[in-house]
Every structure is written in structure tokens, then in C-alpha cells.
């Protein structure tokens, strides 16, 4: 599906460092550098599961085949980015093609480490990546506006575009981004094609010292405060532990690791699964000798798009869905179980799919 999740935030907040944690397959290069990081790096992540592990444990397949997201390193933002300041342009136009952002924010200090812009202020560092994506977005609202009002006064759907349009630019001048605004599902198409920076949804990582990875510290406390209204989530981890544990190939040692930190599972994985959710995706499962695999689907889809992933040719000849919730599955210990138990339900075109169903698919050629 190839949606992706982008990590922003000033210079130096620890962007790269947490990509190279949460990239199986791409490594950014991390430096204190201003702009290491130019071209987007991009990684794709597999999302942990402890779900399809119980199945694997119970159908013992050949494989297993974890879902995964792509998680895209852009370059540092510097203030006047909107007016082209630094990578600005650059910056600003590899989000305009992610789907979600995960904003890091500076909760540490460390003398060491490069920071343009004085003391630390979580508060500020926000505020200054949301100043240049709300220029940014003004400049294209206030670009097709003008093409809409010309057009109002002989169509009466660009009529109703200009009001949409009239709403955004006042929002985005009040310093407000555009997910705040809440438009309706008939207003969306107003604003679809501009792809606004601000209407992307975002959760923020709070990226502090070792001492704070489990409490969190007064940096991460007044980040929480600041966004508390944004329906946002904060995740609080230290971004350099998380790349020394995602460097570990054996499992003892990373496990022992974590102990010594007082950690049950890395940070990352609540970040991954976070991510996943922001942008609202859901998984369902296949599971037979050849492979027990999980399979990524946005929220809502019903039964032959769910098909439609593993191939095109199943939702073009997509008859009915044979479907085991995951919980009578594990119950019953088996698909076959599970059919003598009653529990294995057959679906048409309209079943909404939901997380965690076990599916075979039955289709016309």
C-alpha cells in the first residue's frame, strides 16, 4: 500500500537516529551535521505483532510474514523554510507526499550537540515547524482561492469552494493548522488537491535523556501541555538507546539489554504501532503451511478490497470470504477447530473487514 509516515523536526533533535532504529532496510547517515540527511531516506518497517507469533506457533508454518510501513528521514527545517531558507523547498515538498507526520522534538540537553536556535524550548521548536507548514499551506489556499472566486460568479460549486477556502485561509492566518478545523466529508474535496501540510495527521516524539526514558522530564511534560488539545499522541524515548537496541541481532542480548534499562519491549515498537494507527490501518491475517502472513488495509474496508492486497485478481473475482476472528482461532486452536465449533463464518461483499480476522478467500479466475 506503500503509505507512508514522515520524521520531521528542527536540526539535531535525533531525526536520523531514530530512523536508523526503526529501518530494517535503510540507514540514514546520523552526524551533527546541519543537513546530513538531504534526500529523504526511506525505510520499510515491520510492525510487531504479537499476533501472528501465536499463530505461527499454532499453524507452524514455512514462513512468517510480518506487515509493514514505510518511514520516511526528511532533511532538517529551518526557520523561513516556507520562503525557500535552507532545504526549505526540499523539506517541504517530501512531506507533502507522506501521509502522516512524526514530529521530534528536542527534550534533552547535551552541550555537545549543535542548536541554532538557543535554549531548549519544546514549545518553540514546535512552533517553528508549524509556522513554516502554515505559510506554506496559506500560500497554496490563497493561490486557489483566487482561482475560485473568479470562477464563482458563473459555477455554483466553486461558489462553495470559495467558502471552504475563506475558512482555511482564516484558520491558517490565526496560527491554527488545518487538521484542527475539522471539515466535513462534503468540504474535503475543496482542499483535496492542494494536499495541505497542516491537514496531515501528526504524533509527536519527545526525545529525551536516558535518566527520563520511563518518567519523562520537564521538557516532555510542557510538550505534553502544548499539545493536550491536539488530539495528539506524545511518546517519550530516548532516540539513541533505541538505535543501540534495534543494532542487536541477538535476542538474549537485546533482551538482557532492556532489563538493565528497566524496559519491557523498545519504545520503537510503541512508535511503530502508533504510527500504523495514525494513519489508519488495520490488519488482517492468512494462515497456512506455506506462510502465516499479516496484511495491512485502511480502517473500513470491506471484504474484497481485503482481497484486493494480496492480488487484484481476487477482488476482480471475489465470491465470499471464509473469516475466523483471531480470539476463536487462538481458542480453538486451529481453523479446523474452529469450523466444528461454528465459529468460522462465511462473508460477502459487504463484510467490513475487522482487525485481527484469520481469511481465505474464495474467487473467480
Known amino acids: 500500500?506503500?503509505?507512508?509516515?514522515?520524521?520531521?523536526g528542527l536540526p539535531n533533535v535525533g531525526k536520523s537516529t531514530l530512523f536508523n532504529a526503526?529501518?530494517?532496510?535503510?540507514?540514514?547517515?546520523?552526524?551533527?551535521?546541519?543537513?546530513c540527511t538531504i534526500d529523504p531516506n526511506v525505510g520499510l518497517v515491520d510492525v510487531p505483532d504479537p499476533r501472528l507469533k501465536k499463530l505461527a506457533e499454532l499453524v507452524l508454518p514455512n514462513r512468517i510474514v510480518p506487515t509493514q510501513i514505510e518511514i520516511v528521514d526528511i532533511a532538517g527545517l529551518v526557520r523561513g523554510a516556507s520562503k525557500g531558507e535552507g532545504l526549505g523547498?526540499?523539506?517541504?515538498?517530501?512531506?507533502?507526499?507522506?501521509?502522516?507526520?512524526?514530529?521530534?522534538?528536542?527534550?534533552?540537553e547535551d552541550e555537545n550537540i549543535l542548536r541554532d536556535e538557543g535554549a531548549i524550548n519544546p514549545i518553540s521548536d514546535k512552533e517553528i515547524i508549524d509556522t513554516e507548514l502554515q505559510l506554506?499551506?496559506?500560500?497554496?489556499?490563497?493561490?486557489?482561492?483566487?482561482?475560485?472566486?473568479?470562477?464563482?460568479?458563473?459555477?455554483?460549486?466553486?461558489?462553495?469552494?470559495?467558502?471552504?477556502?475563506q475558512r482555511c485561509?482564516?484558520?491558517?492566518?490565526?496560527?491554527?493548522?488545518?487538521?484542527?478545523?475539522?471539515?466535513?466529508?462534503?468540504?474535503?474535496p475543496a482542499i483535496a488537491d492542494l494536499f495541505l501540510l497542516t491537514a496531515k495527521p501528526v504524533l509527536y516524539v519527545a526525545n529525551v535523556d536516558e535518566a527520563s526514558m520511563h518518567t519523562g522530564n520537564k521538557y516532555s511534560n510542557i510538550l505534553k501541555e502544548a499539545v493536550k488539545n491536539e488530539d495528539a499522541e506524545v511518546i517519550i524515548m530516548n532516540n539513541s538507546l533505541e538505535a543501540q537496541i534495534a543494532e542487536m541481532e541477538n535476542e538474549e542480548d537485546k533482551q538482557m539489554f532492556m532489563e538493565e534499562y528497566g524496559m519491557h519491549e523498545p519504545a520503537l515498537d510503541r512508535?511503530?504501532?502508533?504510527?500504523?494507527?495514525?494513519?489508519?490501518?488495520?490488519?488482517?491475517f492468512t494462515a497456512g503451511v506455506q506462510e502465516v502472513r499479516a496484511w495491512t488495509i485502511h480502517q473500513g474496508w470491506k471484504a474484497p478490497q481485503a482481497a484486493g492486497v494480496i492480488h487484484t485478481d481476487f477482488e476482480k473475482g471475489f465470491i465470499k470470504a471464509e473469516v475466523i476472528s483471531?480470539?476463536?482461532?487462538?481458542?480453538?486452536?486451529?481453523?479446523?477447530?474452529?469450523?466444528?465449533?461454528?465459529?468460522?463464518?462465511?462473508?460477502?461483499?459487504?463484510?467490513?473487514?475487522?482487525?485481527?480476522?484469520?481469511?481465505?478467500?474464495?474467487?473467480?479466475v
Open 326 to 364: 483471531y480470539d476463536d482461532y487462538v481458542k480453538y486452536g486451529s481453523e479446523a477447530a474452529a469450523r466444528e465449533a461454528g465459529r468460522l463464518r462465511i462473508e460477502g461483499k459487504e463484510y467490513v473487514v475487522k482487525d485481527g480476522d484469520v481469511m481465505h478467500f474464495r474467487f473467480n
Open 22 to 35: 526503526v529501518s530494517s532496510s535503510a540507514k540514514a547517515q546520523a552526524s551533527n551535521y546541519r543537513f
Open 136 to 165: 506554506k499551506d496559506l500560500e497554496s489556499v490563497e493561490k486557489k482561492l483566487q482561482r475560485s472566486e473568479k470562477m464563482a460568479k458563473t459555477d455554483p460549486k466553486a461558489k462553495a469552494e470559495v467558502e471552504v477556502l
Open 1 to 8: 500500500m506503500a503509505l507512508q509516515a514522515g520524521i520531521v
Open 271 to 284: 512508535l511503530i504501532h502508533s504510527a500504523y494507527k495514525l494513519l489508519k490501518l488495520e490488519t488482517y
Open 89 to 108: 523547498n526540499k523539506f517541504l515538498g517530501n512531506i507533502r507526499e507522506v501521509d502522516a507526520i512524526i514530529h521530534v522534538i528536542r527534550c534533552f
Open 169 to 188: 485561509k482564516e484558520h491558517l492566518e490565526q496560527g491554527k493548522n488545518i487538521r484542527e478545523l475539522d471539515l466535513s466529508s462534503s468540504e474535503q
